[in-house]
């Protein structure tokens, strides 16, 4: 992506995070970037492809995030918990992708269609299964049906990342009693 589509998607970012996307024009995004609306054009379609692009973009950041916090880390116990570190510090909960999943007006679900929701949902399982499946492998945990174990902790990633749960309150020695508690069912015995 060149400099310029980074500059609109992130203008249109914050555009759609202070007004939302119904009341942000392609003409405001267009002056906030200082390019012709043709410009804009010849890089997204419209409004929608514009905000999509933006969510997959914001996505794809927290992605890389989580998998450079797991860089070298070897240990397949120690990622799936990092993974949980991560969502229960709600890093991922002053995003703007965050703040669309939540979003109970629906001013966003209109424009953020199932298939690219699932899209962002299947990186995270994907994600959760491969280190899973290295822990099979190495014998660290039980042998199980990779996927739909990494779908359960997929949810229970879910509802701690964006879903509208009580805040988890506590100290550290709370955080990591109930990683240990989730990720217990795993290991082998």
């Known amino acids: 992506m060149d400099e310029k589509a980074v500059r609109i998607l992130d203008a249109a970012r914050q555009r759609f995070e202070r007004f939302g996307v119904k009341k942000t024009t392609m003409d405001e995004i267009c002056q906030d970037v200082g390019i012709s609306k043709k410009t804009l054009y010849?890089?997204?379609?419209?409004?929608?492809?514009l905000f999509v692009s933006t969510f997959i973009q914001e996505a794809l950041a927290n992605r890389d995030l989580v998998l450079e916090q797991m860089q070298g880390m070897d240990n397949p116990l120690e990622k799936i918990q990092e993974l949980f570190r991560?969502?229960?510090?709600?890093?991922?909960?002053?995003?703007?992708?965050i703040r669309v999943l939540q979003d109970e007006d629906g001013l966003y679900h209109f424009f953020l269609k199932d298939k690219y929701r699932l899209q962002?949902?299947?990186?995270?399982?994907?994600?959760?299964?491969?280190?899973?499946?290295a822990?099979?492998?190495?014998g660290q945990f039980r042998a199980m049906n990779t996927r739909?174990?990494?779908?359960?902790?997929?949810?229970?990633?879910?509802?701690?990342?964006?879903?509208?749960t009580e805040s988890i309150e506590g100290g550290q020695e709370d955080?990591?009693?109930?990683?240990?508690?989730?990720?217990?069912g795993i290991l082998k015995v």
């Open 148 to 164: 739909t174990a990494a779908y359960f902790l997929f949810k229970l990633f879910q509802s701690i990342t964006f879903a509208k």
């Open 175 to 184: 955080l990591e009693e109930m990683i240990a508690f989730i990720t217990a």
């Open 86 to 97: 991560f969502a229960v510090n709600r890093q991922w909960n002053q995003s703007f992708m």
């Open 135 to 138: 822990g099979v492998e190495q």
């Open 120 to 133: 962002v949902e299947d990186g995270v399982l994907s994600l959760i299964e491969d280190v899973l499946k």
């Open 42 to 49: 010849e890089y997204f379609n419209s409004k929608e492809d």
